[in-house]
């Protein structure tokens, strides 16, 4: 069973089309992430939500918008794509409270034409 | 926020070669993570620091926290071309990661 999960793993769309990610944890974690990693292989936090609630939300355009609909769930719904939205996204999930290990998605590659 | 500093950025080495990267912080550090990830996967977690001065082994990967809980370090002695990947530190307090290692190897 994965444990982490991610759909799509591939997203080819236009720029400023709307598209989603969802994301998906059978470890039964309270915390889960939203990352960006770009070309570079920088690995950026963009979200993070315990028990449903953003407890995160770094510096991201307000075309991302992050849903919980409970805690084994957390999608990320991106507005008018941009080319510089393209990236990696990985889901990832930890048990909360601090230092928890983070288990990652497989990620979605996001490419933006 | 505090930032880890991780260096070298790339790191090629010829298999059976030693490779070490290390983590740098200015700040003290409650506790530090380490995780590798392969080309074309995800990253996946590898060990925990927490105590001053602790270190960890697991085979042929030596981790290590320092005193002052500001660096860590981690260290491949013989590497194979299995350990290719970039090897990421995390900093729990302002749950960021380092840049990265870019690890290759040359069978």
């Known amino acids: 069973d994965t444990a982490v999960s991610q759909t799509p793993k591939y997203l080819v769309t236009q720029m400023g089309n709307d598209k989603s990610i969802k994301c998906e944890q059978n470890?039964?974690?309270?915390?889960m992430y939203w990352y960006k990693q770009d070309s570079k292989k920088f690995l950026k936090i963009m979200f993070s939500?315990?028990?449903?609630?953003?407890?995160i939300n770094e510096t991201v355009p307000n075309r991302f918008s992050p849903k919980s609909p409970d805690k084994a769930h957390l999608n990320l719904h991106i507005n008018s794509l941009e080319l510089g939205d393209s990236a990696v996204y990985f889901c990832?999930?930890?048990?909360?409270?601090?230092?928890?290990?983070?288990?990652f998605g497989p990620g979605t590659r996001l490419t933006v034409l | 926020g505090q930032q880890v500093m991780q260096i070298p950025q790339y790191q090629h080495v010829q298999e059976g070669e030693d490779f070490t990267t290390y983590c740098n912080s200015s700040?003290?550090?409650?506790?530090i993570q380490w995780y590798k990830q392969r080309p074309g996967g995800h990253p996946v977690f590898l060990i925990q620091l927490v105590k001053s001065g602790e270190v960890k082994k697991q085979k042929r990967l030596t981790f290590q926290f320092g005193e002052a809980k500001k660096n860590s370090s981690l260290h491949i002695t013989a590497t194979q071309t299995t350990d290719v990947g970039t090897y990421f530190c995390y900093n729990n307090n302002d749950m960021r990661f380092g840049a990265g290692t870019r690890l290759t190897v040359k069978p």
């Open positions: 939500y315990n028990n449903k609630e953003l407890i």
């Open positions: 470890l039964g974690h309270d915390t």
């Open positions: 990832a999930s930890s048990q909360s409270g601090t230092a928890r290990s983070q288990f």
């Open positions: 700040t003290t550090l409650s506790n």
